[in-house]
């Protein structure tokens, strides 16, 4: 039952992460938008919910591995994300390749950050 509920909620990551290709996409532009920000956007939703609302409301497990492993998994791209850079190098675009690199990583390890920080909420100091 696992695998129909994570192929159902992987069918919607990728049908989002379609329309978001179709409404970010500019042609010509200087690196793929539509990919940088799917993938900040799911680095926030998968640490957001595992440090957050997993933790504050009961969840099954199979729902939680649907939510995470099909739906964000799917809208997330890594591999769009490798071949676009590729295509960048291969254009000699060396610039707007390095930046795409370090974009994705630093945008991805703060959107994650931020996620942890919103789903586990504010920790008092003492």
Request: hydrophobic residues 50%; proline residues 2%; charged residues 10%.
């Amino acid at each position: 039952m696992i695998y129909v509920l994570v192929g159902i909620a992987g069918a919607f990551g990728a049908a989002l992460r379609y329309s978001a290709g179709v409404l970010l996409y500019t042609e010509g532009a200087f690196f793929p938008a539509a990919t940088l920000s799917v993938n900040f956007l799911g680095s926030f939703l998968m640490a957001w919910l595992a440090a957050g609302i997993f933790k504050k409301i009961s969840v099954p497990d199979n729902i939680k591995t649907a939510v995470t492993s099909g739906f964000i998994g799917s809208f997330t791209t890594f591999s769009a994300f490798s071949i676009e850079t590729l295509g960048m190098f291969q254009e000699e675009r060396m610039l707007a390749g390095g930046l795409y690199i370090s974009a994705s990583f630093f945008g991805g390890i703060l959107s994650g950050y931020a996620g942890l920080y919103l789903g586990a909420g504010r920790r008092s100091s003492k």
